[in-house]
């Protein structure tokens, strides 16, 4: 068996004390690995995410149960500052760049957990995964597009040199083309620069394609879990997630049926 | 024509020293949303500090004025981590009130302990510094005005644009959250913020203080001057901050010098409302880029 990264040991997480988002979710990330978190919306995976990344703590939501677990130290409710300079870094979903910021001073805010070191050579790595993003280096982000606001905001996080990076819905209102490309590159950083990766995805059939691991989530719970090969055979994944009918054919709308199939798992 | 040059430079010099200290409440609004209705007394701290160190400590000029300056950047740090920092998280109504609180708690201060006078500080400007056009001359002490404001706008200026903590503190004003995400220490930037706001307010109550005099009820009405100012050229741009200063302190001096000396501290209230009917994010006011 691989070393564990980060370990979930049945973790609740409740907001404003009183909602309950996660209901005790276990799971472990292999060092060197993409894991995959896939789910439907408000199945819990944003939340997991901000679990590990420490930032459910501006949002009023705690760890009440259970314990997270990086490089053998328990990580659960402390703050992003402190958890940013372990090497975990969170990349949040629909981007959020710097607006008002050019694409080189976005990409010298990943510096932050190492104030006062130089920088010149990350930039150079960084432009060498994101090309499209070296010829706007001195324009507004606010006027970038979003295929390169992705590409931005992952070479940000890239910039703090992160142990564990977790990506939230990368692919999130991409054209297909874009989203390949971003893809291809999630799986360069993480041969490349040894990365471990968690990924939060819709798009379950790209996730799976580079994923090692994969984990299913629904209703803040953790209700499958396998190897990208596995889930991409499993006949519930193959028609819930990837529209394929159990023959293996791309589903077509006249063999739906009129009932709902009932999920194996639940 | 002598008269509307004399005027000219006074209502520059005067206008640059507005605009500095409304850069202060500026940095504090943009980076933590917090209007800080103390910002007259963090100059009256200034020209206090300068004055205990200059006509009383009797210390050589140059070392009073960055003792001076030194001290109100300390203060202001210690200003966010005595009573700021508690309230990180608390509805923002809260600390908008304890800036009012701190405002009458300053102020009681420094009536307790220097008095409601009028203090003047000694003499010490080089004469060098007074400006000269045909047969009028302006004081030294506009000249030093123009001088210091002019340094700083360029200090800060590049600050902000290439140092990695001012990029920080620009990264927080824009976007909080992606700041936190990527480790930047929140804490720190709104610290650092407020000692710059003091530090900047600071300079320009020594600089009132030397032209006006120095007394805590004038001070802390300057203060209440960048109200005006900042609506003028909008709440959350800091070069907007400046050119609305010296829009108002051009138009104050005008109206001093032509009209009357009594309207000439009502005007800016006048141009406020007036603003705020015509352009309510002011002259510089960030429109939301809109980019989905």
């Known amino acids: 068996m691989e070393e564990t990264l980060l370990q979930l040991n049945n973790i609740s997480v409740v907001y404003s004390d009183v909602i309950q988002v996660l209901k005790g979710v276990s799971l472990a990330v292999p060092k060197n690995r993409i894991v995959s978190l896939l789910g439907s919306n408000g199945a819990g995976k944003t939340t997991t995410l901000k679990a590990v990344s420490g930032l459910l703590k501006p949002e009023n939501g705690r760890v009440t149960d259970g314990t997270i677990l990086y490089r053998e130290g328990e990580i659960q409710n402390r703050s992003p500052e402190t958890i940013t300079r372990h090497g975990i870094i969170q990349v949040l979903e629909g981007r959020q760049p710097f607006k008002y910021l050019t694409i080189e001073e976005n990409l010298r805010v990943g510096t932050a957990t190492r104030w006062g070191k130089p920088y010149r050579d990350d930039l150079e790595r960084v432009y060498r995964y994101f090309p499209a993003i070296e010829k706007r280096r001195r324009s507004l982000a606010g006027y970038c597009s979003g295929g390169e606001l992705q590409m931005l905001v992952m070479g940000r996080a890239l910039m703090a040199h992160p142990e564990l990076l977790l990506l939230d819905e990368p692919s999130l209102g991409l054209a297909p083309l874009v989203v390949r490309e971003i893809f291809r590159i999630i799986r360069r950083i993480n041969e490349e620069e040894g990365t471990t990766i968690v990924l939060v995805e819709q798009n379950a059939r790209m996730a799976l394609q580079i994923a090692h691991y994969g984990y299913v989530m629904e209703n803040g719970k953790i209700v499958m879990e396998g190897t990208a090969d596995a889930l991409r055979e499993n006949p519930d994944i193959r028609e819930f997630y990837l529209g394929m009918s159990a023959a293996g054919a791309a589903k077509s709308y006249a063999d739906v049926k009129s009932y709902h199939r009932r999920k194996r798992w639940l | ?292």
């Open chain 2, 1 to 292: 024509m002598d008269f509307f040059v004399q005027l000219l430079v006074g209502g520059l010099s005067v206008g640059f020293l507005y605009g500095l200290s409304a850069m202060g409440f500026v940095m504090i609004f943009k980076s933590s949303s917090v209007l800080n209705f103390a910002h007259g007394e963090l100059l009256a701290i200034g020209a206090y500090f300068f004055l205990a160190l200059a006509a009383w400590a009797k210390l050589p000029i140059p070392l009073v004025f960055l003792l001076a300056i030194g001290g109100c950047f300390l203060f202001g740090l210690m200003i966010e981590r005595i009573f700021l920092r508690p309230l990180i998280g608390e509805p923002l109504i809260f600390v908008i009130m304890l800036t009012v609180g701190l405002a009458a708690m300053f102020k009681g201060l420094i009536l307790l302990i220097w008095g409601g006078n009028l203090y003047t500080y000694p003499d010490f400007l080089p004469k060098a510094l007074a400006i000269r056009f045909g047969v009028v001359s302006v004081p030294p002490v506009y000249g030093a005005a123009l001088l210091i404001g002019t340094l700083f706008l360029i200090l800060f200026g590049l600050f902000f644009k290439f140092s990695s903590q001012g990029i920080y503190m620009r990264s927080v004003a824009d976007n909080q959250r992606a700041a936190l995400s990527l480790g930047v220490n929140v804490k720190r930037v709104f610290a650092l913020s407020w000692a710059i706001a003091a530090l900047v307010a600071g300079m320009s109550g020594i600089v009132l203080g030397i032209i006006n005099g120095v007394n805590v009820h004038n001070l802390s009405a300057i203060g209440l001057k960048v109200f005006p100012v900042v609506i003028l050229g909008g709440l959350d741009s800091i070069g907007g901050a400046i050119i609305g200063g010296i829009i108002i302190g051009l138009l104050e001096t005008f109206t001093g010098g032509y009209l009357s000396t009594s309207l000439r501290d009502v005007v800016p209230y006048i141009v406020l409302v007036l603003i705020l009917l015509i352009k309510p994010y002011g002259l510089f006011g960030l429109k939301e880029i809109e980019r989905v």
